[in-house]
């Protein structure tokens, strides 16, 4: 059965490490020793990121990379393979919050949800997968969400994404296990991030980035298969999912103002 890798293992493979949480697992693992693979669009925010590894146990190596190009993910792993040693470690990040108002309901706005959140990293997976597969071990690590728990208003797109991430790293867990590959899923409560910096609604328990990233590092090094936190919020959200979906969904609507039809509660405009 798989067990969790090490920086002798190989390198690691960040995506969206350009900014927020995945720029800062990036530079914890670099603080830890390890050779790390940062990706995004952004390449002069990680040109900025590899600078600062300069004065790390590890260092940072900068690759630009859209996850909605599959053949720019796979060449992305011929790289790391080439240049730099196996990949040992995956931590699949890169996702965008684009809320949606569901009373316009648009096909076009739910899209580019999935084709970075979930098809994104489906594209990550298939190199990935393949080159674990060879080396008979490796730790990949999907960033999901606790908004995939459950339904929650303007997160028809985000939430759903979330949700099938979840589902599939369930499934990753049973099937990759059992050939040395190791797979988790990484649920965050509200964290300070660019993406969130804009939310117009309070956001409870709301943690630090770093902070976030030494809960993620700290359980990439356990066999936990969900990485939760902050487990006072995201607990009670698990809870909260446990009433009776008709009392959730009540609940739900009274607390984030969306009880009443005479208000328009305000849509985040997102900004990742
Ligand atoms: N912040 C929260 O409260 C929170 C809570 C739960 C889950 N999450 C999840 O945590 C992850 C990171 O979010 P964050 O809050 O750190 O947001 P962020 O600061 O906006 O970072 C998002 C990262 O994703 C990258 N990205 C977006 N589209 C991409 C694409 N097409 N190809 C490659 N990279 C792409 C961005 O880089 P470029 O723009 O340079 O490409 C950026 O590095 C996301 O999956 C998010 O859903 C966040």
Known sequence: ???????????????????????????????????????????????????LSKDLAGEIKPLAGDVTDKEAMASIVRRINHDHGSLALC????????????????????????????????NCLEPAIARMSVLGRGQIALVA?????????????????????????????????PIGILVQVVNPGFIDTPATKNNPFPMPALMSS??????????????????????????ALKVLNLLPTRWRLALVRKVTGWSDPHTTPVVPTGDS
């Open 1 to 51: 059965m798989a067990d969790p890798v090490s920086k002798k293992d190989g390198v690691a493979w960040v995506t969206g490490a350009s900014s927020g949480i995945g720029r800062d697992v990036a530079l914890r693992l670099a603080s830890d020793g390890w050779t790390v693979v940062a990706t995004a669009r952004r390449i002069g925010e990680l040109a900025e990121l590899a600078r």
């Open 145 to 177: 969400s606790v908004t995939g728990y459950g339904g929650l208003p303007t997160s028809s797109a985000y939430g759903a994404s979330k949700a099938a991430l979840i589902n599939l790293a369930e499934t990753l867990r049973i099937e990759l296990d």
């Open 91 to 122: 931590v699949f990040n890169a996702g965008v919050f684009l809320p949606i108002d569901a009373r316009k309901f648009s096909a076009d706005a739910f899209r580019p949800t999935f084709d970075v959140n979930l098809v994104g990293v489906a």
């Open 210 to 235: 770093p902070d976030a990233a030494d809960r993620i590092v700290d359980g990439l090094q356990s066999k936990k298969f969900e990485l939760t936190f902050p487990r006072r919020f995201t607990y």
